[in-house]
């Protein structure tokens, strides 16, 4: 090999990092954005919080295991205008709740009655979620959404593509600056660091509020699927993804960094999906992503504020529908057998028509049957 193509495939390989490292900020930016400029949450503490969680995540695993809000508590705190304290709550009680089941052995156990099939009902479930989230984020300017969409979807099979992502992102900047439109987020309000703790009402109202609506999919999406994927695409290293290490990691870290005023945090299949998809292979990408973070938690101000609120909407909806693409295909769907294609779209069904722990019980059920059926059908010849 010359020094040339040497040369070339390190520029590849590094252009891969940086744009997978941003690669999910469909999901991330609209939830973390939203408590910042609808409920005036501290932009310090919330970007902190990813920065260092991104920083351990990427020298505890060496690969690019995404981090992302825990998407039903942001939503619910944003939509409901809750509380602070309740936040850090709902955070620290997930990282209790993780830790004991990491240490405890039964998050292991559940991951075992959990079968490839019923995981990628879940994904799929999850996937199209996401999909439509996106699809509604592009609604207002969908032009600008829908280009966006092809674009990025089409450069997986261009050369350079991993040039696609931060080109993308500078063009709808530019397009929001000439569009006349007003900005998608204010976040010109007070950016003062919210130091605190819970008060009992947080504790008890941020456990039923928040807390149980969320268990379910991190231990699904967060935990046992995100194991699975990781363990696919990166099989030399399964042994760093199990789901006791995952829920581990994330349990401390929203411990920990919670009452600082970080958000409820998690890993997620959704995110690995599309980091991967833009060229992320390594801890560099992770790195890259936790170490923005913490600079933009450290040097907040108007000029930070006025660049990330020029990040269209549309834009946004476009990568978070990437995301969902990425993580609802599965070649199952092509060479699967036809029960688990079965398993597959039931599990989904009921994930998305129910929740996502009526889904997992579901799709649980349906392999505990097929199992039995083969020991009955196994006794009889």
């Not at 923005?292 to 907040?300: F, H, R, T, V």
Request: with cysteine.
């Amino acid at each position: 090999m010359t020094c040339k193509s040497t040369f070339l495939n390190r520029c590849d390989q590094l252009s891969g990092e940086l744009s997978g490292a941003f690669a999910d900020l469909g999901t991330f930016l609209p939830l973390v954005l939203g408590l910042i400029a609808l409920n005036h949450f501290s932009p310090q503490g919330i970007f902190l919080g990813f920065g260092l969680f991104a920083l351990f995540t990427a020298f505890y695993y060496r690969r690019p295991i995404p981090i992302q809000p825990m998407k039903v508590i942001a939503a619910l705190v944003i939509a409901q205008g809750l509380t602070p304290g309740m936040l850090q709550a709902s955070g620290m009680m997930m990282g209790i709740i993780l830790l004991v089941l990491a240490y405890s052995g039964a998050i292991t156990w559940m991951a075992k009655q959990l079968s490839p099939a019923v995981s990628i009902g879940i994904q799929l479930a999850i996937g199209l979620q996401l999909i439509w989230m996106g699809g509604q984020m592009m609604s207002e300017t969908w032009l600008i959404g829908i280009t966006a969409f092809v674009a990025l979807f089409a450069s997986h099979f261009l050369p350079l593509r991993y040039l696609a992502m931060p080109l993308v992102l500078a063009l709808g900047i530019v397009w929001q600056i000439n569009s006349g439109l007003a900005p998608s987020f204010d976040l010109s309000g007070d950016s003062s660091w919210q130091l605190g703790w819970p008060s009992i009402d947080e504790w008890t109202s941020a456990a039923g509020l928040l807390v149980l609506p969320q268990l379910a999919l991190t231990l699904t999406n967060a935990v046992i699927a995100i194991s699975a994927m990781a363990s696919e695409k990166f099989p030399e290293d399964k042994e760093k993804f199990t789901p006791k290490r995952l829920a581990t990691s994330s349990g401390l870290a929203n411990l920990l960094l919670a009452p600082f005023g970080a958000t409820a945090m998690c890993h997620g299949a959704g995110g690995l999906a599309v980091q991967y998809h833009f060229g992320a292979r390594t801890w560099v990408a992770t790195t890259i992503f936790g170490t923005a973070c913490l600079l933009i938690a450290l040097l907040w101000g108007d000029g930070i504020a006025s660049i990330l609120s020029l990040i269209p909407l549309a834009l946004l909806g476009s990568l978070l529908a990437i995301a969902g693409t990425q993580l609802a295909w599965s070649k199952r769907f092509i060479d699967g057998r036809p029960f688990c294609i079965f398993v597959i779209l039931s599990t989904a069904a009921i994930c998305l028509i129910v929740n996502t722990a009526a889904g997992l019980a579901v799709g649980v059920i349906l392999e505990m049957g097929r199992r039995q059926w083969k020991q009955v059908t196994h006794l009889r010849h």
